[in-house]
């Protein structure tokens, strides 16, 4: 071993110092050695954790009184000895020659019942002896002193005075019977000898540094030493351990080696433990293992009872255990690591280990204790179809999902449903566990919320297949509820089958699939003329929001809706159902109403707890507050949206709706260079499947109108033409859902392409007087206006009295800025370029708009360069404004 060391450059282990971190230790020893030779008794207890370095104190402490030339009296207590009466004092009086100690041959040594006349003896003799030259007593591991030798220390701890004898015991954390801390207590106030209690505490980071640099010469690599105070909890002997095996096997203490660390502390803990667990006596270790289960959340008369504890008291257990370090010393006791529970609980068999869990849980259950504990318990207990298990482990998950423990929430109520339960209660702990999942694991909750919608039961369970379809939908796991609400709907007879048609419609107006096969030889089951009016709230909402998205019937889609939001609406409060009705209700342009809408299904989606439903809604919602002029709403709610779930672990087919309207955020606060960023960094990582939906519609159109604001309209008409085919290919014919026709004929119009331009207005405006929406067509009307103004005079002149008509004088005003050719500034460029044209300073505009000055100045240079202006005098002159009071 030494060869490869030294060859690694690791020094032999006998040469390492392990005393560092105890200066104050070893100053305070070096003094009371000192005072000894002066003449000056004292008491020292040394009280900590075994392997803390203690008896590495007590051999210095030996070491320094030797070279003073000071008589010294030592011992150590062991397990083996510890009921042997006096052994620790025969230990020590074996330092004293035959002549110096009379008391040898004193009758009443061996007499019991003669006790009380040894004990004085005892202490005369070594207090006559340190009369005559000063003398040091040490005691290590004084936890296994036998109670005769305990008494005498206490006594002679009471009887030290003036005579030059320092007396240096030394133990475990909290030894009994000895009660380190409690005879400096005594010492002091009774001999007027000083008396100290020293802790050695665990190593600091600087003391694992300088013991590498003392191990293995070099550079220090700072995070493998962190790493190690970690993994040892700065425990000197494991520290040492890790580096005696790092030496063996010549590695380098590098964090190239981090997993070799981790492996060799694991492995040093463990065999530490075997070897102790070995040496005990089966009810010690029958009382170790049910420590490992129960731990301190049950009494400890309860733990002792569970083990069996009959012939050994309590007190007198727990000493032994904690004099060996198996159990952490406190008013609870409890093992001393978690390392030490599992290799417990690992040697014994597992059917003992599985009755040991349930037997705990049962005690546990019985004694009230909070259910978490209870369930902890249950964990590794077999399912033995207690009528109490399954619902405690559903509380316990309740409350560790919505706090800082989801993962073990999810191991609770995995565990629950392997409970015998029926299927209502499978169903819902189901669904339980699924949301719980889809956080950390969305493909396995996903894939449990399927098997509850197309799985066993009867009407029972209807209500668990449609909340389980609901949440599936709402986050974004569209093809997988089809396909499992076709297979739930195959059979015959299910109660709420018009709810679970309503949310199979909905997958197809998400993803616009084309009709699948849904039973053999039949088809899906399609919107007929008689389902468009229905008191049905979940098929009103998806019906609403269909014909909402086919631009026909605007009072039909309004009623639908409200019959969707209405409180107390029948089959529940579902998401999906209501957050399709506020949608229509956008493009019924009854904003308010469809936020109200929004804001219920808020509530729901918080109840329901799954990140990515309620990511989805609050997105849906900024999208909502932007068409409102809320800008900043808009932004909150798109930054708590993102903060529940990170737009990487969006589902494909409605992230890219998301990115929309991110970047229209980011144009309503006059930054399109920010908003061509958060398009272009989406496009970049596309996930598989972004493409397919009407969410990419929404990422088209709000490209085209990021290059529209950098001037760029011929790249625009390119992504407008792509979204109003897929438009079409999802058959949407309303253009108040996407207006790509008249946003695409003005950009046509500012390059030429006057025919094209036309067209597509002609179109728009048949599909807007179809759905009928006031400002809608109102707008697709002022958009045609400013395309045939040079051409068609009389024409653009008709267009501007009908949309002045439908508008009112205010909002004509609003959406056209007096003169039709503002249409071709974004909404935050009219606004600027309105107050600016009015007399507003850059300052008075960003305080106006909620803008920085930055973000003004931006605006105005487009709306020159868009309006071919040389300055704000030519936006006045063009604008027809003259001052502030216009």
Request: some cysteine.
């Amino acid at each position: 071993m030494r060869a490869v060391a030294e060859r690694r450059g690791w020094r032999d282990e006998d040469e390492l110092d392990l005393l560092v971190d105890r200066g104050t230790e070893l100053d305070l020893l070096s003094r009371s050695v000192t005072g000894l030779s002066l003449g000056r008794s004292a008491l020292v207890v040394i009280e900590s954790r075994p392997g803390a370095g203690r008896t590495a104190l007590v051999r210095r402490t030996i070491a320094l009184a030797e070279a003073a030339g000071i008589r010294v009296c030592a011992a150590r207590g062991s397990r083996t000895e510890s009921e042997l009466r006096y052994g620790v004092v025969s230990q020590l009086l074996a330092a004293f020659p035959d002549a110096d100690c009379p008391v040898w041959t004193d009758t009443r040594w061996a007499e019991s019942e003669r006790e009380s006349e040894v004990l004085p003896a005892l202490c005369r003799e070594f207090l006559g002896l340190a009369r005559r030259e000063p003398l040091l007593v040490v005691v290590d591991d004084a936890h296994w002193s036998d109670p005769s030798s305990a008494r005498w220390l206490r006594a002679l701890a009471r009887r030290l005075r003036e005579v030059p004898l320092l007396l240096v015991v030394a133990g475990n954390d909290g030894c009994r019977p000895i009660g380190l801390p409690a005879i400096t207590e005594l010492a002091a106030p009774r001999s007027g000898a000083s008396a100290h209690l020293l802790r050695p505490r665990p190593l600091t980071q600087a003391g694992v540094n300088m013991l590498l640099a003392t191990a293995c010469p070099g550079p220090l690599d700072e995070d493998f030493s962190r790493a190690l105070l970690r993994g040892t909890e700065g425990q000197v002997w494991l520290v040492r351990a890790v580096m005696r095996q790092f030496a063996r096997a010549g590695l380098a203490p590098t964090t190239e080696h981090l997993r070799e660390l981790h492996e060799t502390a694991a492995t040093e803990l463990g065999d530490r433990v075997a070897r102790l667990i070995s040496a005990l006596p089966e009810e010690l270790v029958g009382l170790v293992r049910a420590l490992a289960v129960c731990g301190s959340r049950l009494d400890f008369r309860l733990v002792c009872s569970l083990a069996g504890l009959r012939t050994m008291p309590e007190s007198e257990a727990l000493a032994r255990l904690e004099g060996v370090g198996l159990v952490r010393p406190g008013d609870e006791p409890e093992l001393s690591d978690s390392v030490t529970a599992s290799r417990v609980l690992s040697t014994m068999p597992e059917h003992q280990r599985a009755e040991l869990h349930a037997a705990a849980a049962e005690l546990g259950h019985r004694s009230a204790i909070p259910d978490r504990d209870v369930a902890g318990m249950l964990l590794g207990a077999t399912p033995g179809g207690q009528p109490w298990a399954a619902e405690l482990l559903c509380r316990a998950a309740a409350r560790d999902r919505y706090g800082a423990r989801p993962a073990r929430a999810i191991q609770f109520l995995q565990r629950a449903l392997k409970e015998p339960l029926s299927e209502p209660v499978r169903a819902r702990l189901t669904i339980e566990l699924a949301t719980a999942e889809l956080g950390s694991k969305p493909v396995a909750g996903a894939r449990l919320l399927g098997e509850v919608i197309s799985g066993p039961g009867g009407p029972e369970v209807a209500e668990y297949r449609i909340a389980a379809a609901d949440v599936l939908l709402a986050g974004g796991e569209v093809g997988l509820a089809r396909r499992h609400l076709a297979s739930a709907l195959r059979r015959t007879g299910q109660p709420h089958a018009r709810v679970l048609t309503a949310l199979y419609w909905l997958t197809e107006i998400v993803d616009g699939a084309e009709e699948e096969p849904f039973a053999p030889g039949g088809s899906t089951p399609a919107c007929s003329e008689n389902d468009r009016v229905t008191t049905d709230s979940a098929q009103a909402g998806v019906l609403a929001w269909r014909e909402a998205l086919n631009g026909t019937g605007l009072e039909r889609v309004r009623a639908s809706a409200r019959v969707a939001l209405r409180p107390n609406a029948g089959g529940g409060v579902l998401i999906c159902p209501r957050m399709a009705a506020a949608r229509a209700l956008v493009l019924t342009r009854d904003w308010a109403e469809g936020l109200a809408g929004l804001d219920q299904v808020l509530i729901e989606a918080r109840r329901v707890g799954v990140s990515m439903v309620l990511a989805s809604v609050l997105a849906m919602r900024a999208g909502l507050c932007l068409r409102m002029s809320r800008g900043r709403d808009a932004e909150r709610d798109l930054a708590e949206a993102f903060r529940q779930l990170p737009l990487r672990e969006w589902r494909p087919l409605i992230a890219p709706a998301a990115v929309a309207v991110q970047a229209a955020v980011h144009l309503e606060r006059g930054d399109p260079e920010a908003a061509g960023r958060a398009l272009d960094s989406f496009a970049a990582a596309l996930p598989i499947g972004a493409t397919e939906g009407i969410a990419w519609c929404h990422f088209l159109f709000a490209r085209a109108k990021v290059q529209l604001a950098v001037g760029d309209p011929k790249a625009a008409v390119a992504h407008l033409r792509e979204c109003g085919r897929r438009l079409l290919h999802h058959r949407v014919g309303n253009p108040a859902v996407i207006p790509w026709r008249s946003t695409a004929a003005l950009a046509l119009h500012a390059y030429g392409e006057q025919d094209e331009a036309e067209r597509l207005l002609a179109e728009e405006r048949a599909h807007a007087r179809t759905w009928g929406e006031p400002t809608f067509l109102g707008s697709a009307l002022l958009a045609s206006a400013h395309v045939l103004a040079d051409a068609r005079t009389e024409k653009a002149a008709a267009l501007l009295e009908e949309a002045s008509g439908l508008l009112g004088d205010a909002v004509f005003e609003q959406l056209s800025g007096c003169r039709p050719e503002l249409t071709v500034l974004s909404e935050a460029e009219r606004r600027t370029a309105d107050l600016a044209a009015r007399g507003h300073s850059n300052s008075e505009i960003a305080e106006e708009l909620a803008l920085s000055r930055r973000a003004v100045e931006l605006n105005l240079n487009r709306v020159y360069r868009k309006l071919g202006l040389s300055g704000r005098g030519e936006l006045v002159a063009e604008l027809g404004h003259r001052g502030r009071g216009e």
